[in-house]
């Protein structure tokens, strides 16, 4: 395993190398357009480019900045909830003896329960008519006919974005286990859960299906006399979303939101208090309704995602009383409309754009363009170096030698410290007023201290 280590080290740090060798400047020099008319193109190309990237980076920066703002639509979501009656015993055909004192039959009574919804559009001018989780009409439970019921279903099927398998997390249904028969040795709890995200494949391998989404779901169990069911959707919100604690209410003004949600209240907060201390900014110094939240004078900001976890608690569900009739064959469906909170469509296509952008094809081809042009601009600034030093040599021979020995004489001089002081310009006043003398003879001076001191 150190061996192993030691070669992931080695792998990084040769691909760090490579990366700082890698040529970065994309920028032909004024002095080739001489030899190459065509290089001002190239120039007025790239400036044209850099306008275009600035413009892209200023709406992506501004893309970003509206993904941070947490922007909510509140949409209807309404259920449907039906039942009928299987082989109950006003239901049986055959007739029965007078003279028995059996009056039992082969039937066994039960029941087949659906439950069905649909997410309303937002140009439907549909409103909740009573509050969240409350049938719209509870005194005739069921105010919908059939019919408009059907003619509803099929006009929201062609605008329907998401199912019903894809707002919630889990359904429960909890039946009144007093009128069930225990004989019949099933549970009064029917329960769906969302199946966990499948591992990713292997390389080679076909990809999993995805798990098939549903706009209902229906099942049947035994049961005799009417009986009063619970239901509770447990709601799938990204990202989640938590129920706050009274402090934390009274500081925030909502009763439940996100984590970056609760994160940026608390700044706003803060900053419009006027709570951040003037030294350190990172620290907040709490006013009452904070001292009720943290029970401190002062917290910092890195320590609030762990301040604010005990004050978080999971949404309470989604819940629905219906009343399971079996003396009827069937009953009229029972719709309840719910207020959901989703995040705004554009909102989501700005994230799905951000994503995808650094991961497409066109945007790789284009990184490995501008690394090709940026090796073949480094190769002609090499030849025209490579000209100057062959035509200036060409020119007067004696005295690019001459000039060349002498640059490469002060370069070997100022890379081993061996340059003298120029004799001339000791002379001047200027030499001995630069910061360089004045620490040399500082350094001289207090060396010579130290010696006198040993």
Known sequence: MQHQAAQARALELE???????KPTDKTISKAVEEIAPLTA??????????RLDAAIMRKRLDVQDAVARPLKNHRIFRLYITNTAINQPWQGTTSLDETSFDFSTDLIPSFRMKIEGRLLDSDDGSTPSQSEGTAENPEAEGSTTGADSGKETKKEDTKLPKKLSQLFK???????RSNMDPSYAEGSIIEWQRPPPPAPAKAGAPAPAPPQEFDGFEFERKLEMNALSTIQLVRDDQPERFRLSQELQAVLDTAEDTRPGILLGLWEYA???????RDERRNINCDEKLKKVFKM???????????ITPHLKPIEPITV????KVDVAATTPVVYDVLLTEDEPLRLRMIKTLNSQLSSPLYRNLVMEDDNIAVLVQAINHSKAKRDFWMSLGTDPAAFIQQWVSSQRRDLEVILGEKGVDQ????????FQQDSVSQNAYLLLHGRDHGMMR
């Open 424 to 431: 001339e310009e000791s002379r001047r006043a200027a030499f």
């Open 321 to 324: 009383k219906y009343m399971i």
């Open 297 to 307: 004078d002062r917290f910092m900001l890195p320590q609030v995602p762990d301040l």
């Open 271 to 277: 900053y419009l208090h006027n709570l951040q201390d």
């Open 15 to 21: 691909q760090a190398k490579r990366r700082a060798r």
């Open 41 to 50: 193109s190239y120039n007025e190309i790239r400036s044209m480019e850099r």
């Open 170 to 176: 889990s359904i429960r249904v909890e039946l009144s």
